[in-house]
């Protein structure tokens, strides 16, 4: 839509761009798909308005161009939250500060979890439940506050 400006042709578009990713993705060694497929998107609706002719003003083409960044306070405000929930997660008790860690930063499976720990498969299962509900608690309690 922030380019076509037209729903059904956006929305014809996007076929056309998926079955292209799917036709595409093997001849590339793809490190980032989210950009990688924005690049694809981005290019596929550049190259339709060129076929139609259609010439954008300079200074739209140069915003278009640019991806989309967040600006100062949007970065500030998840700064802010990450640096609530770290201080949340020092709050949880060790077993599930551990279990939540290794499960959700670390990307880890219950069985490396339930391996690294010690714990049985169902207390790693227990602990990364209550750890996320007394974590979800904590950010909440902290955030009336502030």
Known sequence: MKYLKNETEAKDSVQQIFLK??????????EYFKSWLYMVARNYCLMKLRDKNII????EERQLLQPD????DELRQKE???NLMESCLDELNEEQ??????FYIHKKTYNEIA???GFSLMQVKS???NGKRNLKILLERKMKKA
Do not use: F, R
């Open 115 to 117: 391996d690294n720990t």
């Open 21 to 30: 990713v799917i036709t595409d993705i093997p001849k590339y060694k793809v």
């Open 69 to 72: 960044e967040p600006d100062k």
């Open 80 to 82: 802010k939250a990450l």
């Open 56 to 59: 954008l003003p300079v200074e």
């Open 97 to 102: 500060k551990n279990c939540v860690i290794l």
């Open 127 to 129: 602990h990364i439940q």
